[in-house]
């Protein structure tokens, strides 16, 4: 009980740190970002940055794994707060500016094959750790995706995880509408690898699918989260718009109380 308190207390201040970063840069993807702070959250209170690498293949919720990485002390409060500012190299997108982002992400299909390749790296050098790769479902459009799902599952990477932020919106309309990837647990199991799902939002099934990796000795791993794209603040939730959309001083204000309201 007392972790879940945690982790309340954890994404909560990240929802409106996050939320503040994007208002003061005026960029984009506030609703991206909110729908994967809660797996964040989670993923960051279990590794261990000096054996494990998280890749963030939905590159465009950079600003949420920049508040992350200085929650776990690998940047400052100054680094975290030049976050989109003239000059600074903690852009709108993880780029691996510092060892801690150790490739590229927003570019979809990317951030998978550099999780094979991290993974078999330590496969091959007996390295302890694991490699965890935070993916969008639209990710699941991808070529190259299903390339390094077959390579993951051929070189019996356990040490490979993915986490899927299944919130069923991309950037143009609904995932089902675009190109259909259900169903996704049959997809994966069919190429060889230990499938869980879990609801993105309960701390306490998130936890449990990250302890005692691998699911399965031999198989990569992969959790698929479902989620609610903007989770957090009403007028985000489902709401496509603000995939892209910045946001008004008054669409900050109420968001911020919302935000601050909901913790009590």
């Avoid at 959250?41 to 992350?68: C, H, M, P, Q, R």
Wanted: aromatic share 10%; charged share 25%.
């Amino acid at each position: 009980m007392d972790n879940i308190i945690n982790y309340k207390r954890i994404s909560s201040e990240a929802r409106k740190k996050t939320l503040e970063l994007i208002y003061r840069a005026q960029t984009s993807h506030i609703a991206s970002n909110f729908s994967c702070i809660d797996l964040l959250t989670v993923i960051f209170e279990k590794v261990d940055l000096d054996k494990d690498k998280v890749i963030l293949s939905k590159g465009w919720a950079a600003a949420a794994l920049y508040y992350f990485l200085w929650k776990k002390g690998r940047i400052t409060e100054d680094e975290l707060n030049s976050y989109c500012q003239p000059g600074s190299k903690f852009i709108g997108l993880a780029e691996p500016v510092i060892p801690d982002i150790p490739a590229a992400g927003g570019s979809m299909g990317f951030g998978l094959p550099f999780g094979v390749g991290f993974a078999l790296a330590k496969k091959l050098k007996k390295e302890d750790g694991k490699i965890y790769v935070l993916m969008s479902d639209g990710e699941m459009q991808c070529g190259t995706t299903w390339e390094s799902t077959l390579i993951g599952a051929h070189h019996k990477l356990d040490n490979l995880v993915i986490i899927v932020d299944a919130n069923k919106l991309q950037a143009m309309g609904k995932v089902e509408d675009i190109l259909n990837i259900e169903p996704l647990k049959d997809k994966w199991k069919a190429f060889g690898w230990e499938v869980a799902e879990v609801n993105g939002h309960n701390f306490e099934e998130i936890e449990r699918s990250l302890v005692n990796l691998p699911l399965r000795e031999g198989k990569p791993t992969i959790i698929i989260a479902e989620t609610l794209k903007g989770k957090g603040v009403s007028f985000f939730e489902g709401n496509n718009l603000y995939h892209y959309k910045g946001l008004s001083d008054e669409e900050y204000q109420r968001a911020l109380k919302e935000l601050e309201e909901s913790n009590g």
